[in-house]
């Protein structure tokens, strides 16, 4: 794959202060791109900007949360007024809240799930398509889990909001073709601290029962969005990419599956990449 592949396009990503969308940030821009990044928290989107900048990428940011509407136009503005257009989109921001089972579920908390993991999303893209990409083009690309293909433990509003993103995710794939191409990501167990209460005590049994031997990196995320978002995947839309290790086809056992282990007995209560680290809280995906 050439190195510039995205050489001249400008990209948006959210949820961009550390892990997933870091990494995002920094794959796009090493491929040519240049940034509009934001995240929740100030401090964390500046020094995104500035570890990208360093790199030698033209890169901005935008702090705020994605529940906030005035928040989402304001990204859109920054990124046309700096660099002139937006081709590329990466919704990555979210929250795992309210966490644990359905039944205790705040409806208020439930609500502001689906405002942040799956209304964002479908505002931002709005803002984009209006912005020009309905003219000149472009890719969106939504990060989904792996969780929308199953059930688990504690995580029943994030997966739940996760799986109508990727239903939304295909609604647009067919509604904005052929001038923008939709697609989701769905990534597995990640190293990030958003899931470090997951993974950190469980990572040599969680990996041992992977085909791929290990947990996830934010990186491996990323290369699946870099290809997604560029003229190597122009003739796909629609289609949710997984990239989980193996995890759907993880070798047959009679024994329990450490991940959901690791979720019954988790304390924490929510988390978010939109949110500044807290005790309950973390700026990073999964």
Request: with cysteine; proline share 5%; aromatic share 4%.
């Amino acid at each position: 794959m050439d190195t510039q592949i995205l050489d001249g396009r400008t990209a948006l990503v959210t949820g961009a202060s550390r892990g997933i969308g870091l990494a995002i940030a920094q794959a796009l821009t090493a491929a040519g791109a240049q940034v509009c990044v934001t995240a929740r928290d100030p401090d964390g989107v500046a020094a995104a900007v500035r570890e990208l900048t360093a790199a030698g990428a033209r890169a901005v940011g935008c702090a705020g949360t994605v529940a906030d509407p005035g928040h989402l136009a304001d990204c859109v503005d920054l990124a046309v007024r700096e660099f002139g257009r937006v081709d590329v989109l990466v919704n990555n921001a979210a929250t795992n809240a309210p966490f644990g089972p359905l039944m205790d579920a705040d409806p208020d908390v439930w609500r502001e799930a689906f405002t942040v993991n799956v209304e964002a999303a479908l505002r931002l893209t709005q803002l984009v398509w209006r912005a020009g990409m309905r003219e000149h083009g472009g890719a969106v690309v939504n990060i989904c889990t792996e969780g929308t293909h199953g059930v688990g433990p504690q995580v029943g509003a994030y997966g739940t909001s996760k799986t109508a993103l990727l239903r939304l995710t295909q609604q647009l794939a067919g509604e904005l073709a052929p001038a923008v191409r939709v697609n989701s990501v769905s990534p597995g167990l990640v190293r990030t601290e958003m899931a470090r209460f997951v993974w950190e005590a469980e990572e040599k049994r969680i990996a041992e029962g992977l085909p791929m031997g290990r947990i996830g990196e934010p990186e491996d995320v990323a290369r699946a969005v870099l290809w997604l978002v560029s003229d190597e995947a122009r003739w796909v839309t629609g289609t949710d990419l997984l990239v989980d290790g193996g995890t759907r086809v993880r070798a047959a056992s009679s024994g329990p599956y450490a991940v959901h282990e690791a979720l019954r007995g988790a304390k924490t209560t929510s988390l978010s990449t939109t949110n500044r680290p807290t005790p309950a809280s973390a700026d990073a995906e999964r």
